[in-house]
């Protein structure tokens, strides 16, 4: 009977359970996502970037269980005001207490565990198509990541349950104390909105000097180091609540003191319903702005790990190829690449030594960066001196060996680039010299184009050719090809793991806090239903009221957003100091950000009106 | 003869869909409010009285019949089209005030102009002006939280007068009001309609609400059986209303 009763009770009200249904299949779906990465610390730790990689996801299982809890309050907030009135009139009719609390328990419980089962379902789902998806985009394959992976679904489950049941508890806690005419009565309430001044104008400049103090220890990360980890999570944190609930209520109120926009068709209610939910979700909106900071940041870290590895790689090789005495089949795939330099240099090798030809190096002077040397990173001309060695064969490998074989710093920094082997000394050696020397003569070529990453396949097809011939030159397990395509390529499989784990941590935020903005405004919808329903009888068209909702809803999306991609554009310099290039790409995750946010202020909309704007004759 | 606001001709309103258990909630009503008439509809819970006022405030469509307000005849008319006819034409005063918390009271009475951008000092002094003739001149910066139920009733009356509608459609308008209140607010209808011409229909189940107007309709399982028309006092009119409630109720014994 109880179950019937709940039961029956649900069906009465479908439309609401769906939402609420979806909302907690996505959120036990996202967890579930995350977990797939956070538990699998073979995975994590083998494609981690930074050391520290565990522990983000640490921090990030903490932060998320922390957002999902108090989703499933909003849900649950949202659950109870669906079904307040009916217990009311239940308990009106004398059902017990502890009957009807009996009752919100098993119904609590029910939509958890269906919500639990189809969220994990669907959270194997959406992994697999995630990682699918960034692998297909990549380029590359994670080896040792499970979609489906048991400890997470244990996690998972847990989790959930526990939440339920607290919730239950909750709920059962908070119908002891109240009232049944407070049930039957519930709709009624009316909502104050009172502001004070002048300790709003403190409030307001507090916000900005903390914001302020936040955003210059981000920017000064590198000078501030330590201290500037905790003043700017700090400060931005508490700048973007004092924001919340100051400043932007005032933006509103400004627009609403503008008589002319104020009085222009419905906006007076528009502005007046969007004042009365900007006080009301102030602390949720802040926290939205702080997650979507969170999530766009940790989605364009990821992009700007990966794409350092180019970065890297070019300050590292000034040419983005090295190839001695190159084969038939390599001068092949060398004559069919543009490139905007390049030289080859002669040089014999006696195993002790590498004598370059001094007229070879005077004539095709190279290219240097001047990391090397310098702080300062530019790809320069080597004007160095070369060693005017006016000595024979034999007095330069004397004063080799003993040391005194005087080079300018560039120039062996550059010969060493050159070298194939490490245990061969670089000598510079003039025409003369170099004929006396007895073993034969070699070629190296160096080659730069004007852009790396558009010849990639050619690379990779110099790297298999050498490493062929490396493995037939030496009978026992050779060494890697460590050319610059090499050296990118394995940064990159560890940077794409950073990305893959920056996207599920971005992506698993930026939807939990929308669908948590979604429903704290779709639990407050029922209050609205009579408002709307008056401004229909007064005579505003329902094309008129639509546009409000929507213009209000956008403005309260709006809000968090933009101190969301502020955060994260002056928040991505704190990685200036280990990125080149911290802002790289970052409009793929402002706009991966808008993409879902657009989203879910669409779905938010489209339910919300169907909640206050039924679709009925009139 | 003045010329009449609202003519109701033969209309019927039937509830259920085919094969359905059908309702017939109006049965072959016809009647006229004149220009500048206060009038009143009676009867009991379930007698139709407020399918008739959904019907006349073009909330509702009939299913036969049709109804005209100020020479336009709302029956054929679109979704939209009413809407914009309720905006200017009609006057709305609902049992529950039905203001909007988070607006001033100004806000709110001067939303019907703003519908019809009717703004800045034009709306103003329309506001001030309807402010004054009900006594709430003071209460204008207030939000509806801190005002008394009076004020309320008052605001919302003023809502529904602000942009000059043809008549106002009052429904139970002093059922939320305590009895000092209601009387206060009765005086003001009527009032406004014996100093402005104000045309008001007003739909009550409360003879002595009724008893304000000049003349009340009886409705009973929407059938339109009666009608009185006030010749004296409003005491006299009083007891007659309640004699013919009375009657009624013998009727059924």
């Known amino acids: ?618 | 003869m003045t010329y009449s606001v609202v003519d109701v001709r033969n209309v019927d309103k039937v509830y259920g869909k085919k094969n359905e258990n059908k309702y017939r909630a109006l049965q072959d009503i016809s009647f006229s409010i004149h220009e500048g008439e206060f009038i009143g509809i009676m009867g009991a819970s379930g007698s139709g009285k407020t399918t008739l006022l959904n019907v006349i405030s073009t909330l509702d469509k009939v299913t036969q019949g049709d109804i005209e307000i100020a020479g336009t005849n709302i029956t054929a008319m679109n979704q939209d089209a009413l809407a914009e006819f309720r905006a200017q034409k009609l006057g709305f005063i609902f049992q529950d005030f039905n203001l909007l918390e988070s607006m001033t009271v100004y806000e709110n009475i001067a939303l019907p102009l703003f519908l019809q951008n009717i703004t800045g000092k034009k709306g103003k002094e329309r506001v001030e002006n309807v402010a004054d003739i009900l006594d709430i001149k003071d209460i204008l910066d207030k939000y509806p939280a801190i005002i008394s139920g009076g004020q309320k009733q008052r605001t919302a009356a003023a809502r529904a007068l602000v942009h000059d509608p043809n008549i106002i459609l009052a429904d139970e308008p002093t059922g939320a009001l305590d009895s000092n209140n209601a009387a206060s607010l009765l005086e003001t209808l009527k009032q406004l309609n014996e100093d402005h011409n104000v045309s008001i229909m007003m739909v009550t189940h409360d003879a002595l609400s009724a008893s304000y107007c000049q003349r009340i309709l009886f409705l009973e399982d929407g059938d339109l059986y009666k009608e009185i028309q006030r010749t004296g006092t409003r005491e006299e009119f009083f007891k007659e209303i309640l004699d013919e409630l009375a009657e009624a109720g013998k009727k059924k014994l």
């Not at chain 1, 790809?379 to 300018?408: H, I, T, Y």
């Not at chain 1, 060494?479 to 990118?488: E, H, L, P, R």
């Open chain 1, 1 to 618: 009977m109880l179950v019937k009763l709940a039961w029956n009770g649900m069906k009465s009200k479908r439309k609401d359970y769906i939402v609420l249904l979806t909302g907690l299949v996505m959120a036990i779906a996202i967890f579930y996502m995350f977990q797939t990465l956070a538990l699998n610390k073979g995975f994590t730790s083998d494609y981690a970037m930074i050391n520290s990689m565990q522990l983000i996801f640490n921090v990030g299982s903490v932060l998320l269980a922390a957002v999902t809890f108090f989703y499933i309050l909003y849900t649950n907030t949202f659950l109870l005001s669906l079904r307040q009135k009916e217990y009311g009139v239940f308990m009106l009719l004398g059902a017990k207490k502890r009957y009807i609390k009996n009752l919100m328990f098993v119904e609590n419980m029910l939509i958890g565990i269906i919500a639990l089962i189809i969220g994990v379902a669907v959270g194997i789902g959406l992994s697999a198509l995630v990682a699918r998806l960034i692998m297909g985009q990549m380029n590359v394959s994670l080896d040792g990541y499970q979609s489906f992976y048991t400890p997470s679904m244990l996690v998972t489950f847990g989790f959930f349950l526990f939440l339920f049941f607290v919730t239950s508890i909750w709920n059962h806690v908070r119908l002891s104390k109240i009232e049944v005419l407070d049930l039957v009565n519930a709709d009624a309430k009316a909502d104050k909105t009172v502001m004070k001044e002048k300790a709003n104008i403190i409030t307001i400049i507090a916000g900005i000097i903390s914001l302020m103090i936040g955003y210059v220890s981000l920017i000064f990360m590198e000078q501030l180091r330590e201290i500037g980890v905790f003043s700017s999570a700090i400060m931005t944190t508490l700048g973007t609540y004092l924001i919340f609930s100051s400043f932007i209520p005032m933006i509103v109120k400004c627009l609403k003191y503008n008589r002319k926009w104020n009085e222009k068709g419905i906006q007076s209610f528009t502005f007046s319903q969007l004042m009365f939910r900007v006080h009301s979700l102030k602390k949720l909106l802040a926290t939205v702005a702080m997650l979507i900071a969170l999530g766009a940041g940790a989605i364009s870290g990821g992009l700007a790990f990966k794409n350092n590895g180019e970065i890297t790689v070019d300050r590292t090789m000034v040419y983005d190829t090295t190839i001695h005495t190159p084969s038939a089949e390599e001068e092949n795939i060398i004559d069919k690449i543009p490139f905007i330099e390049e030289s080859e240099y002669r040089y014999k090798a006696d195993g002790e030594f590498d004598y370059f030809l001094k007229e070879d190096l005077e004539d095709q002077r190279p290219l240097i960066n001047t990391e090397m040397v310098r702080e300062s990173t530019e790809v320069k001309r080597l004007e160095a001196a070369l060693p005017d060695e006016k000595d024979s064969l034999r007095d330069v490998q004397d004063k080799a060996r003993n040391g005194s074989f005087e080079m300018e710093h560039e120039w062996s920094l550059f010969l060493n680039t050159l070298q194939d082997t490490y245990t061969n000394q670089p000598l510079i050696v003039s025409q003369n010299v170099y004929e006396d020397i007895e073993s034969e003569e070699q070629t190296v070529f160096v080659g730069k184009t004007d852009d790396f990453m558009a010849y990639t396949d050619q690379w990779a097809a110099l790297d298999e050719i050498k490493q062929e011939q490396m493995d037939t030159e030496t009978a026992e397990e050779s060494y890697g090809v460590t050319s610059k395509y090499a050296m990118y390529k394995s940064y990159d499989t560890v940077a794409t793991g950073t990305v893959f784990m920056g996207f599920f941590l971005g992506v698993a935020f930026l939807a939990m806090m929308a669908s948590c903005l979604m429903f704290k405004v779709l639990s407050g919808a029922n209050q609205d239903i009579s408002r709307y329903e008056m401004l229909r009888k007064i005579g505003v068209k329902k094309k008129l009221l639509e546009r409000s909702v929507y213009k209000e809803l956008f403005l309260v999306f709006l809000f968090p957003a933009i101190l969301g991609v502020t955060h994260v554009l002056i928040g991505m310099n704190m990685f200036s100091f280990i990125i080149y290039e911290p802002y790289y790409r970052i409009w793929v995750s402002i706009a991966l950000f808008i993409l879902i946010y657009a989203l879910y202020y669409l779905l938010t909309v489209k339910m919300y009106k169907e909640m206050v704007l039924p679709d009925k004759d009139v």
